[in-house]
């Protein structure tokens, strides 16, 4: 229920756009918003651009900046990438797990002074924020994900320098 009406979410932002009716840096935060909750990575891609374009409209805009690096790494993950502000963690809910958190794999190259120009935590703070969903559950030893995700080459993300 909850995707069917992210869908009609997304067609009416899209419909929107499309009108011009996105203006102002609120206008394309509450925008890549939407898309920062869809399905595939193009979804994620746009939230990225319109938070960037929100950015734009109004640098001091802390939720835009957010919203580019959340937008960026969920895009990343789901292509198969590491992250480079180290937003994105998830649970292993497979049969038989131990419902265990883990931060996906981040690009080494990505600094925290990198991801402190858009407001987001360091690496070690958010390695402390795994720990804190894990606390309590003996079986959870290691923060980090141990899929393997491909490096972001450099100069490969556009109006991304890290």
């Not at 840096?25 to 939407?34: E, I, Q, R």
């Not at 869809?38 to 374009?53: C, E, M």
């Not at 990198?114 to 987001?120: E, K, N, T, V």
Request: hydrophobic fraction near 35%.
């Amino acid at each position: 229920m909850i995707g069917a009406k992210d869908l009609k979410r997304r067609q009416r932002v899209s419909e929107i756009f499309a009108e011009g009716c996105l203006e102002t840096a609120d206008d394309f935060v509450n925008a890549a918003m939407v898309f920062q909750h869809g399905s595939v990575p193009d979804h994620f891609f746009q939230t990225y651009l319109w938070a960037s374009r929100a950015a734009e409209l109004d640098d001091k805009n802390r939720h835009a900046k957010a919203l580019m690096a959340l937008g960026l790494d969920r895009y990343l993950r789901n292509k198969g990438y590491k992250q480079l502000y180290a937003s994105q963690a998830h649970r292993d809910d497979t049969p038989g797990s131990s419902g265990c958190w883990c931060l996906w794999p981040v690009e080494e190259s990505a600094t925290d002074e990198f991801r402190a120009l858009s407001g987001m935590d360091t690496l070690a703070q958010k390695i402390k924020w795994i720990s804190e969903l894990n606390k309590g559950n003996p079986t959870c030893r290691e923060p980090k994900c141990t899929e393997n995700a491909n490096a972001v080459p450099k100069g490969s993300l556009p109006g991304v320098a890290w």
